[in-house]
């Protein structure tokens, strides 16, 4: 069945140092979900990537979908202690609403 | 209300107990999802409903999980005969159109499940 991969599953990065989080689905995706949880919280939608190559920005957080809409990443410039948590990115499962996740990147910021 | 809530947030069953976990989404959301997040792992899908059809139960792992939502509004997840493999979080979430790949799907607090 489809999968969805993360890495790193953990970051440590000094405060002021910036992040990336990569995802790849082993098949094409019809659009890509971003979710962060904190620690001992729900996932919270971010943002939604539809088209090949896009795009989008959420002040320091820059989002990418891959031209064969096969991978996405998620760079966080200059980390504050705020950005903690994990981030997850998701894919639907060909035309459903069924989502499937990948094992997320726990972003650790020290101060 | 404003968010989708679950109850309880947390259960502590023995091992052969039943349980039942409860969500109730955003008013007027069409679509309702169920996840298990074990710990370290991102959510895994469970089932689908739409309005009160439950149009994809794939992910649930054994016939010891069912999941209602008569009225097409509140719902019910149920465990039987619990095992120590179902300790999880069980995550509901709700969409407002019925089922599509682009909706935003908004995630309610959880049910922490133990099963000792």
């Known amino acids: 069945g489809q999968q969805v991969m993360q890495i790193p599953q953990y970051q440590h990065v000094q405060e002021g140092e910036d992040f990336t989080t990569y995802c790849n689905s082993s098949?094409?995706?019809?659009?890509i979900q971003w979710y962060k949880q904190r620690p001992g919280g729900h996932p919270v939608f971010l943002i939604q990537?539809?088209?090949?190559?896009e795009v989008k920005k959420q002040k320091r957080l820059t989002f990418q979908f891959g031209e064969a809409k096969k991978n996405s990443s998620l760079h966080i410039t200059a980390t504050q202690t705020t950005d903690v948590g994990t981030y997850f990115c998701?894919?639907?499962?060909?035309?459903?609403?069924?989502?499937?996740f990948g094992q997320g990147t726990t972003l650790q910021v020290k101060p | 209300g404003a968010g989708v809530s679950q109850s309880p947030r947390y259960k502590v069953a023995k091992r052969g107990q039943d349980v039942a976990l409860r969500c109730d989404p955003i008013?007027?959301?069409?679509?309702l999802f169920w996840y298990q997040q074990a710990l370290g792992q991102g959510p895994e899908f469970l089932t689908y409903?739409?309005?009160?059809?439950?149009?994809?139960k794939s992910g649930l792992p054994s016939d010891r999980f069912f999941a209602e939502r008569p009225e097409g509004s509140v719902s019910t997840l149920k465990i039987q005969r619990t095992q120590q493999e179902d300790s999880a979080v069980y995550l509901c979430?709700?969409?407002?159109?019925?089922?599509?790949?682009?909706?935003?799907?908004?995630f309610g607090p959880g049910t922490r499940l133990t099963v000792l």
């Open positions: 979430a709700s969409s407002l159109a019925p089922g599509g790949t682009t909706d935003t799907q908004y």
């Open positions: 098949t094409t995706l019809s659009n």
């Open positions: 990537l539809v088209k090949s190559g």
């Open positions: 998701a894919g639907h499962a060909s035309n459903t609403g069924k989502l499937i």
């Open positions: 008013s007027g959301h069409v679509s």
């Open positions: 409903f739409q309005n009160e059809a439950q149009l994809d």
